[in-house]
């Protein structure tokens, strides 16, 4: 294993971490904005280019590797998490992004995307939901909603979309985030402390596709209409949105998370956000508050909790037999099941 | 006491009579004698077929002697049969004059019907030209267990011990080292300790007192090379091979695999070996093994995925890319019986033709088989060899036959093994176009065409790969159409080297090159079979010649001249004739393709009645 040695120290900018190629999205495409989000985050942080590892899979968003200035894979459909689980247990000195969409992440890889998620492999997921197939040319895909029209689905989708936080949040994920393309800042923040945390994070990025999906996330994502339909969830603090925070999230006497007019049960009543929380409940509830992205949907970090990361305790386990047996000795190895001689 | 040269005998009964164990004890004391041996155990797929039927059969046969010898051995000479089903599956196979051992107690009516017999076939003529011994193993086993404490369900369990003591007796093996694997084996647990004991003593001196048997058997030590001997199944063999292929290499070993039958036990066996710094994922599918594999490749690891048939269909698109992207990883099948589900337990060399051209495009892979168990082991060194030297995938083909039977292993001294050199490369290899140093990944070695290698995690070296058609030299994404035609070649060119570098095939024909009437091809585990056959026509005056591969992909640069020489070829193999066909295809030689596909191995017969048909019918 090659050592891994530090570069001389120097701050990098935005620039360092663009590769030489022509960045080839449709002009408007909400990557760009991401592309530019994470090569600023990770110059900002004073992340080393020779320790990060891009792997994708196939779809528009898996090109993204081919423009990042660092080691990467632009693997098979779906399979991403696949390779980056074997590299991130190989090498727990890397720091590994698996850049993914809804249709490679949720349709041909959805079981490696929830088994990397149970495990807690040292990997960021970052999915670019767009709740279309753009590579393909405009089929629906597992986030489309019901009704979606499509080239695959001329009289309407009839699939119940997955909600991919919620997905993520019943596959043990121990750091739940959505952003969106339109707030560089807020998706720094989340890809940032996505970057710090310990196992698999998640980020869910609604990401516009103004080819063959424009506007989908529009409500939310819009300046217009944002205040009114992005519920900002900011961990300690009330959830509460609107033009001058005239709604909230609150528990009800049914049990249940609702959105209220904040006049109608006073501020007191509003959940305060806690992303801390060992179950995962709260959360899951707070991901099923809209059913699509034309209702109030909450942004922000929904769970960030410790648990042991996978490719810690390979490791660990095997410093700990090494420290046990003594490091392996292949003539003894060879010699383990009885022998006999012949002179 | 009587001496025999040579003895095969085939313990069988319910899959939960436990005569793996018996086959396998047996197995381990006979090597200390040290006889010359080999194995065949043979089980269902279920876990517990229905008992007492003849689905649920399972058996375990050895073939030893005082000489050099190949097979498992075409008839059994003893049968043990715990159980009606076991006598009704093995009787036709038993030699003319074999002994039967037959556990009469489980002969009840209840049992003979589950095994379709309508009266006791121990009871009728049916037996007449068979030594049948009929034995109550069941009672005597309760007997022996009485005053242990054991409950009487329980200690029925330990009558494969009064059977493994009883043919012990027989071919006089000493027992200390089965009573202190009993000791140590059941340590923790003082009853079934006890009864397996003192079942197993009661099989022993049943033998020594019953009078029953006419005499007690001997087979001679055989003559071995001196050295130092154990004996390996192939599945830990092709383990061991690859922690001493990641010691000469000094690149950590990692395997993700899936659980599959007949391949899980390297899981099994890699998983316990932590302190050779191995690294095993069980993977969430077969996919995923050969990913998380292919991803540990890129970070510098020897990279391994093993499974069997179905698992090569699902790894077919990571082999692909692992070809493309030019990274070291070896993909271990042993292969069993397909197609689908097909017969998991079982036995079949099918799946040759998927590993070679199995594949989208060109995907060109070099594929290495294993001979024999104790072969996996050079094997699986060599495959990661050459994965890692071409910066290649490559199959390392073995079979559920190789995989589960044993043979003595003269012990390899692995420092003398010619070190794998990963040589990767640490500093730029290129000055781009404002004259800065930088790192190009696909500019290759001129002979071996391998290309120069940078790990993740070395600075100034980073760079992307994909599964895009990339550029020569640069790897940059490109759609050139000449661009791609010459990486299609190059990557051709990359496998077709490494006959350069491979030993030619050996040809084993007394009379010289062209000597023999007939030339036999063998590969993978047909080679016992086939060299034994081969002997035997020698043996009355015929002329056969063989040559065995252990290289299907590419093959070795001599074989079309071997080949050439001959103007009758038989390819014997456990499918339908795949590298027959290969090899008239590269050769336009005549070759014909014996062909069994029954879930077991050539029988020796076998090969030597169809090599006397070709020349009978000359």
Same mark, same amino acid.
């Given at each position: 294993?090659?050592?891994?040695?530090? =570069?001389?120290?120097?701050?990098?900018?935005?620039?360092? *971490?663009?590769?030489?190629?022509?960045?080839? *999205?449709?002009?408007?495409?909400?990557?760009?904005?991401?592309?530019?989000?994470?090569?600023?985050?990770?110059?900002?942080?004073?992340?080393?280019?020779?320790?990060?590892?891009?792997?994708?899979?196939?779809?528009?968003?898996?090109?993204?590797?081919?423009?990042?200035? =660092?080691?990467?894979?632009?693997?098979?459909?779906?399979?991403?998490?696949?390779?980056?689980?074997?590299?991130?247990?190989?090498?727990?000195?890397?720091?590994?992004?698996?850049?993914?969409?809804?249709?490679?992440?949720?349709?041909?890889?959805?079981?490696?995307?929830?088994?990397?998620?149970?495990?807690?492999?040292?990997?960021?997921?970052?999915?670019?939901?767009?709740?279309?197939?753009?590579?393909?040319?405009?089929?629906?895909?597992?986030?489309?909603?019901?009704?979606?029209?499509?080239?695959?689905?001329?009289?309407?989708?009839?699939?119940?979309?997955?909600?991919?936080?919620?997905?993520?949040?019943?596959?043990?994920?121990?750091?739940?985030?959505?952003?969106?393309?339109?707030?560089?800042?807020?998706?720094?923040?989340?890809?940032?402390?996505?970057?710090?945390?310990?196992?698999?994070?998640?980020?869910?990025?609604?990401?516009?596709?103004?080819?063959?999906?424009?506007?989908?996330?529009?409500?939310?994502?819009?300046?217009?209409?944002?205040?009114?339909?992005?519920?900002?969830?900011?961990?300690? &603090?009330?959830?509460?949105?609107? &033009?001058?925070?005239?709604?909230?999230?609150?528990?009800?006497?049914?049990?249940?998370?609702?959105?209220?007019?904040?006049?109608?049960?006073?501020?007191?009543?509003?959940?305060?956000?806690?992303?801390?929380?060992?179950?995962?409940?709260?959360?899951?509830?707070?991901?099923?508050?809209?059913?699509?992205?034309?209702?109030? =949907?909450?942004?922000?970090?929904?769970?960030?909790?410790?648990?042991?990361?996978?490719?810690?305790?390979?490791?660990? &386990?095997?410093?700990?037999?090494?420290?046990?047996?003594?490091?392996?000795?292949?003539?003894?190895?060879?010699?383990?099941?009885?022998?006999?001689?012949?002179? | 006491?009587?001496?025999?040269?040579?003895?095969?005998? +085939?313990?069988?009964?319910?899959?939960?009579?436990?005569?793996?164990?018996?086959?396998?004890?047996?197995?381990?004391?006979?090597?200390?004698?040290?006889?010359?041996?080999?194995?065949?155990?043979? %089980?269902?797929?279920?876990?517990?077929?229905?008992?007492?039927?003849?689905?649920?059969?399972?058996?375990?046969?050895?073939?030893?002697?005082?000489?050099?010898?190949?097979?498992?051995?075409?008839?059994?000479?003893?049968?043990?049969?715990?159980?009606?089903?076991?006598? !009704?599956?093995?009787?036709?196979?038993?030699?003319?004059?074999?002994?039967?051992?037959?556990?009469?107690?489980?002969? /009840?009516?209840?049992?003979?019907?589950?095994?379709?017999?309508?009266?006791?076939?121990?009871?009728?003529?049916?037996?007449?030209?068979?030594?049948?011994?009929?034995?109550?193993?069941? !009672?005597?086993?309760?007997?022996? @267990?009485?005053?242990?404490?054991?409950?009487?369900?329980?200690?029925?369990?330990?009558?494969?011990?009064?059977?493994?003591?009883?043919?012990?007796?027989?071919?006089?093996?000493?027992?200390?080292?089965?009573?202190?694997?009993?000791?140590?084996?059941?340590?923790?647990?003082?009853?079934?300790?006890?009864?397996?004991?003192?079942?197993?003593?009661?099989?022993?001196?049943?033998?020594?007192?019953?009078?029953?048997?006419?005499?007690?058997?001997?087979?001679?030590?055989?003559? %071995? +090379?001196?050295?130092?001997?154990?004996?390996?199944?192939?599945?830990?063999?092709?383990?061991?091979?690859?922690?001493?292929?990641?010691?000469?290499?000094?690149?950590?070993?990692?395997?993700?695999?899936?659980?599959?039958?007949?391949?899980?036990?390297?899981?099994?066996?890699?998983?316990?070996?932590?302190?050779?710094?191995?690294?095993?994922?069980?993977?969430?599918? #077969?996919?995923?093994?050969?990913?998380?594999?292919?991803?540990?490749?890129?970070?510098?690891?020897?990279?391994?995925?093993?499974?069997?048939?179905?698992?090569? /269909?699902?790894?077919?698109?990571?082999?692909?890319?692992?070809?493309?992207? #030019?990274?070291?990883?070896?993909?271990?099948?042993?292969?069993?019986?397909?197609?689908?589900?097909?017969?998991?337990?079982?036995?079949?060399?099918?799946?040759?033709?998927?590993?070679?051209?199995?594949?989208?495009?060109?995907?060109?892979? $070099?594929?290495?088989?294993?001979?024999?168990?104790?072969?996996?082991?050079?094997?699986?060194?060599?495959? @990661?060899?050459?994965?890692?030297?071409?910066?290649?995938?490559?199959?390392?083909?073995?079979?559920?036959?190789?995989?589960?039977?044993?043979?003595?292993?003269?012990?390899?001294?692995?420092?003398?093994?010619?070190?794998? /050199?990963?040589?990767?490369? #640490?500093? $730029?290899?290129?000055?781009?176009?404002?004259?800065?140093?930088?790192?190009?990944?696909?500019?290759?070695?001129?002979?071996?065409?391998?290309?120069?290698?940078?790990?993740?995690?070395?600075?100034?070296?980073?760079?992307?790969?994909?599964?895009? #058609?990339?550029?020569?030299?640069?790897?940059?994404?490109?759609?050139?159409?000449?661009?791609?035609?010459?990486?299609?070649?190059?990557?051709?060119?990359?496998?077709?080297?490494?006959?350069?570098?491979?030993?030619?095939?050996?040809?084993?024909?007394?009379?010289?090159?062209?000597?023999?009437?007939?030339?036999?091809?063998?590969?993978?585990?047909?080679?016992?079979?086939?060299?034994?056959?081969? !002997? +035997?026509?020698?043996?009355?005056?015929?002329?056969?010649?063989?040559?065995?591969?252990?290289?299907?992909?590419?093959?070795?640069?001599?074989?079309?001249?071997?080949?050439?020489?001959? +103007?009758?070829?038989?390819?014997?193999?456990?499918?339908?004739?795949?590298?027959?066909?290969?090899?008239?295809?590269?050769?336009?030689?005549?070759?014909?393709?014996?062909?069994?596909?029954?879930?077991?191995?050539?029988?020796?017969?076998?090969?030597?009645?169809?090599?006397?048909?070709?020349?009978?019918?000359?």
């Amino acid at each position: 294993m090659t050592d891994v040695a530090t =570069t001389n120290g120097k701050a990098t900018s935005r620039k360092d *971490w663009a590769s030489d190629q022509e960045v080839r *999205w449709c002009p408007g495409c909400g990557d760009f904005t991401i592309l530019a989000a994470m090569q600023t985050m990770l110059a900002d942080i004073g992340a080393r280019r020779e320790s990060t590892v891009f792997v994708s899979g196939i779809g528009c968003s898996s090109r993204f590797p081919y423009y990042m200035n =660092t080691y990467g894979i632009h693997s098979i459909h779906g399979r991403a998490p696949a390779l980056a689980s074997g590299l991130a247990i190989a090498r727990p000195d890397l720091d590994i992004w698996v850049i993914t969409g809804d249709g490679d992440a949720l349709s041909i890889g959805g079981n490696h995307f929830i088994h990397a998620m149970r495990r807690n492999i040292n990997m960021n997921i970052v999915l670019f939901n767009n709740q279309i197939y753009g590579l393909t040319k405009g089929q629906y895909s597992p986030t489309s909603e019901v009704g979606s029209v499509t080239k695959s689905t001329p009289y309407g989708s009839i699939d119940t979309p997955f909600n991919p936080v919620s997905l993520a949040l019943g596959a043990e994920a121990t750091y739940v985030a959505r952003t969106h393309d339109m707030d560089r800042n807020h998706m720094m923040e989340v890809l940032k402390r996505a970057h710090e945390h310990k196992g698999t994070s998640f980020v869910e990025i609604y990401q516009n596709c103004n080819v063959y999906n424009d506007g989908v996330f529009s409500d939310i994502t819009g300046k217009d209409r944002r205040a009114d339909y992005l519920i900002p969830l900011v961990h300690g &603090q009330a959830i509460r949105y609107g &033009q001058n925070g005239e709604y909230g999230v609150a528990r009800g006497d049914d049990g249940h998370l609702h959105l209220v007019r904040v006049e109608e049960v006073g501020e007191d009543a509003l959940l305060i956000h806690d992303e801390s929380l060992e179950n995962p409940s709260q959360a899951f509830e707070l991901s099923r508050l809209a059913r699509g992205p034309h209702e109030p =949907t909450p942004i922000g970090i929904f769970r960030s909790v410790e648990r042991p990361e996978y490719g810690y305790e390979v490791a660990r &386990q095997v410093a700990e037999v090494e420290g046990k047996k003594g490091i392996g000795d292949i003539a003894a190895l060879l010699q383990s099941s009885g022998t006999w001689t012949v002179n | 006491m009587k001496e025999l040269d040579q003895v095969v005998i +085939r313990f069988a009964g319910d899959s939960g009579d436990g005569m793996q164990l018996a086959g396998n004890r047996f197995t381990v004391v006979t090597s200390l004698i040290p006889n010359d041996l080999a194995t065949l155990p043979d %089980f269902p797929a279920e876990i517990r077929a229905p008992a007492g039927t003849v689905a649920g059969v399972s058996s375990f046969q050895i073939h030893f002697s005082d000489h050099d010898i190949l097979t498992p051995g075409d008839k059994p000479d003893v049968l043990v049969a715990m159980n009606p089903a076991a006598l !009704k599956v093995h009787l036709s196979s038993l030699a003319p004059g074999g002994v039967i051992l037959a556990n009469v107690d489980a002969f /009840d009516e209840r049992s003979l019907s589950k095994a379709g017999y309508s009266s006791n076939p121990l009871e009728g003529d049916e037996l007449s030209s068979y030594r049948v011994y009929k034995i109550p193993m069941t !009672k005597l086993t309760l007997e022996a @267990c009485k005053d242990a404490g054991v409950k009487p369900r329980d200690a029925e369990r330990s009558k494969n011990f009064f059977a493994l003591g009883l043919v012990s007796w027989m071919y006089t093996r000493p027992v200390e080292p089965t009573i202190d694997w009993i000791q140590k084996r059941f340590a923790s647990n003082e009853l079934v300790r006890e009864a397996n004991l003192r079942s197993f003593k009661a099989g022993y001196n049943f033998g020594e007192t019953a009078e029953l048997f006419e005499s007690q058997y001997e087979v001679a030590p055989a003559t %071995f +090379r001196s050295g130092t001997y154990t004996s390996v199944t192939g599945n830990t063999a092709l383990a061991w091979g690859l922690i001493a292929a990641s010691r000469l290499a000094k690149m950590p070993l990692f395997l993700g695999s899936y659980p599959i039958t007949p391949a899980s036990d390297i899981l099994h066996e890699l998983a316990k070996l932590k302190e050779f710094g191995v690294k095993t994922f069980q993977a969430e599918d #077969e996919i995923a093994g050969a990913g998380s594999a292919l991803g540990a490749a890129f970070g510098g690891s020897l990279a391994v995925t093993t499974t069997s048939g179905p698992g090569i /269909d699902l790894k077919a698109e990571t082999i692909g890319l692992a070809a493309h992207l #030019e990274l070291p990883m070896v993909i271990v099948d042993i292969q069993r019986v397909g197609p689908s589900t097909g017969i998991p337990t079982k036995t079949e060399q099918s799946d040759l033709s998927a590993v070679v051209y199995g594949r989208h495009g060109e995907s060109p892979v $070099p594929v290495v088989a294993a001979m024999s168990p104790s072969h996996a082991f050079e094997a699986a060194i060599e495959a @990661c060899r050459i994965a890692v030297k071409y910066r290649t995938p490559v199959y390392l083909l073995s079979d559920g036959y190789i995989a589960n039977s044993s043979e003595p292993w003269t012990l390899p001294d692995v420092s003398r093994i010619e070190p794998i /050199d990963p040589n990767f490369l #640490e500093e $730029p290899n290129h000055v781009d176009d404002e004259g800065k140093p930088s790192y190009w990944p696909y500019i290759r070695d001129p002979e071996t065409f391998a290309r120069q290698w940078a790990l993740p995690g070395t600075p100034g070296m980073e760079h992307r790969v994909g599964g895009l #058609e990339h550029q020569d030299g640069s790897g940059s994404v490109s759609y050139d159409p000449l661009n791609h035609e010459k990486m299609v070649q190059l990557r051709q060119a990359k496998v077709e080297a490494i006959a350069k570098a491979i030993p030619p095939v050996g040809l084993n024909d007394p009379d010289g090159p062209g000597g023999a009437d007939v030339l036999l091809v063998s590969w993978g585990s047909t080679y016992s079979a086939v060299m034994a056959g081969v !002997k +035997r026509v020698r043996a009355r005056g015929m002329k056969a010649a063989m040559a065995h591969l252990m290289y299907l992909n590419p093959f070795p640069a001599n074989l079309g001249e071997v080949l050439g020489h001959y +103007r009758k070829i038989l390819v014997p193999e456990i499918n339908s004739g795949q590298l027959c066909t290969m090899l008239r295809a590269a050769y336009l030689v005549d070759a014909q393709s014996i062909s069994k596909v029954q879930g077991l191995p050539f029988k020796t017969a076998e090969i030597e009645a169809a090599i006397m048909d070709v020349i009978d019918n000359d």
